[in-house]
């Protein structure tokens, strides 16, 4: 997916597409969905703590940030192949929204969901 179609429009992030190389924290359907990260505190306090983890992510790069949204890209270790991974803060909900997709291919054997598991995880400790 290129870099124009990332983001959040309408306080949504893009769609996943039909392939079952992608999470989405608000994807309609079940093949896709996760559930979104929840954050006490303020939307500055959960993006301070997500930039930290992504940052000591190996292979990661935040390569954009404003106040509710972050971009990052992590490269795969054996093929260098770049995911992109989004997370819009909701503050209405108080939750984290994520996406996790890989750029290419079909099949990513479940890495886009364990990442978001790994990330979701060291959020909450």
């Not at 969905?33 to 990661?60: C, D, F, Q, V, W």
């Not at 939750?95 to 979701?120: L, P, Q």
């Amino acid at each position: 997916m290129s870099s124009e179609q990332l983001g959040v429009k309408q306080g949504k992030l893009a769609p996943c597409p039909d392939k079952p190389n992608c999470v989405l924290s608000q994807s309609t359907d079940e093949k896709h969905k996760m559930e979104p990260i929840p954050y006490t505190g303020t939307a500055e306090e959960a993006l301070t703590k997500l930039k930290s983890i992504l940052t000591n992510r190996e292979r990661t790069k935040i390569v954009e940030a404003d106040t509710h949204y972050i971009r990052a890209e992590e490269q795969s270790k054996f093929f260098k192949f770049v995911d992109d991974i989004e997370f819009y803060i909701d503050t209405a909900g108080e939750h984290i929204h994520f996406r996790s997709a890989s750029r290419k291919g079909y099949s990513d054997f479940g890495v886009n969901k364990k990442r978001m598991e790994e990330i979701k995880e060291a959020f909450q400790k």
